[in-house]
């Protein structure tokens, strides 16, 4: 672990690698696991105001589980998170043939919302924990993803790198870079 600027990053972030491999795993972060992905307060705000735009890209039953849970949920422990559609797929999951892809990334895309989609699912496999004075910024190891382990090995690409414009977006271009120059010392 080490200290960038307001936050303590894991070393595993450069030192693992992965590319997502969807053609092997067809999305199944997206419709795997018991919980919907993790949201922060603003996000949850953004979810509310883009609904209405984002539905028509939406599967019946994701609207549906929306409309009676609604546009982010708070699991037990407290955590806002993503609705799911009966306890599996989250709810703004679509589908490309048998290839989980997100609802809201496909509005972006087209232009018809300005965000992306939730920084949970930008920086994955990177966890982000925000803590009073500080982010912990970790790499999240899931059994579904060993495609995308082997696939970053074969290509040599470091998680970081994987995962670059999501860190940047979350953190700024200032930090990314400073986190490049770790990454390119510890090389040394």
């Known amino acids: 672990m080490f200290q960038l600027n307001k936050t303590i990053v894991s070393e595993e972030i450069l030192e693992k690698e992965f590319v997502c491999n969807l053609s092997a795993c067809q999305g199944a972060c997206c419709v795997d696991g018991d919980a919907g992905a993790p949201l922060d307060e603003a996000e949850t705000k953004i979810l509310a105001e ?7 890209f939406l599967r019946p039953e994701g609207i549906k589980a929306i409309e009676e849970q ?36 496909q509005a972006y895309n087209e232009g018809i919302v300005a965000w992306k989609k939730p920084f949970s699912c930008h920086l994955y496999p990177i966890r982000v924990k925000e803590y009073s004075d500080f982010s912990a910024v970790n790499y999240h190891k899931w059994h579904i993803c060993s495609d995308a382990c ?24 200032q930090w990314f870079d400073e986190l490049d120059k770790v990454a390119q010392d510890l090389k040394k």
């Open 50 to 56: 883009i609904f209405e735009k984002v539905k028509p």
């Open 70 to 105: 609604g546009t982010h949920v708070t699991s037990d422990f407290g955590e806002l998170e993503t609705p799911l559609i009966d306890g599996k797929d989250c709810a703004y999951v679509i589908f490309d043939g048998k290839t989980a892809l997100c609802g809201i990334e």
């Open 150 to 173: 082997a696939l970053g090995e074969e290509l040599g690409v470091p998680v970081y790198q994987f995962v670059k414009e999501a860190l940047i977006r979350k953190f700024g271009q």
